[in-house]
């Protein structure tokens, strides 16, 4: 198994802890540094390079945040930010961070959000060997066929992705979705619709695997509901309390918005 090179930069010495025991966990990763303020973050990231790096927003010296517009090309390849403070989330997603987690971590958030990072890792590695293919249809063959295991599943869907695509193959299809053609994803038991520009689409698969290959232009607003960001109009509450997300699409689909994601979307949308 491979492992992945980690470096923390946490101020909090609880928080340290936490999180380096959560990492310990993962026979994936293997940690390679730790900073108490973002100048020795800083330092770190001039004497080698990192996978992944879990950076506080709000620490001594720097800020996480301050760090990645900083390092330039010594930025590790993939960021988790983590925070106390859900708000400063929204602007870590300028900086084009993976995921960010909320103080104090869960096991079950912390693993979701790795497992983004192993995705993003492997679609960067298959990017690499198949630029070495003379043209796009020699790529598209090339990881179709890395991917392709010799038994086929009768029952379900497979599911690939690359930077631009999710593709789903099955018994005698294959089926390649731009990922920026999805308008929002919706939970349909041990199903998944996607909603897309040219019509929707039934996979056999689960709305939490889908979500681990959407890239942050998705916000999950309701737990069987993920949209793209380039489709979201507003937000709407009323009388009862209830809370409905308006996207900009043909249909002008409204969809609910379930009350532990309100405060998400609502610093998106006031961010934007």
Do not use: W
């Amino acid at each position: 198994m491979k492992r992945h090179s980690v470096m923390v930069a946490e101020d909090n010495p609880a928080d340290l802890e936490s999180i380096l025991d959560l990492i310990a966990t993962r026979a994936d990763l293997e940690l390679c540094g730790t900073a108490t303020d973002g100048g020795e973050a800083m330092a770190l990231l001039r004497k080698r390079s990192y996978e992944l790096a879990f950076l506080d927003v709000d620490m001594p010296v720097f800020s996480g945040l301050d760090v990645l517009g900083l390092s330039g090309k010594r930025a590790p390849s993939q960021v988790i930010v983590t925070t106390a403070y859900p708000d400063f989330a929204v602007s870590a997603f300028d900086h084009h961070v993976l995921d960010f987690l909320v103080k104090p971590y869960k096991a079950k958030r912390f693993n979701h959000a790795v497992e983004r990072f192993l995705v993003r890792a492997a679609e960067a590695t298959t990017a690499s060997a198949a630029a070495l293919a003379s043209d796009e249809s020699a790529k598209m063959e090339a990881k179709a066929a890395a991917e392709t295991s010799e038994e086929e599943s009768r029952s379900e869907d497979r599911l690939g992705a690359d930077k631009d695509f999710l593709r789903f193959s099955g018994r005698g299809y294959n089926k390649i979705i731009p990922i920026r053609d999805i308008i929002y994803v919706a939970s349909n038991g041990r199903r998944s619709d996607l909603h897309c520009l040219d019509g929707d689409t039934v996979v056999n698969k689960l709305f939490g695997e889908i979500l681990t290959l959407l890239p942050s232009s998705f916000l999950q607003i309701h737990r069987q509901y993920t949209v793209n960001l380039a489709f979201l109009d507003s937000l709407v509450g009323d009388f009862t309390g209830a809370h409905t997300v308006r996207l900009l699409d043909a249909d002008e689909t409204e969809l609910p918005a379930g009350r532990t994601f309100l405060q998400g979307l609502r610093y998106y949308l006031s961010s934007r």
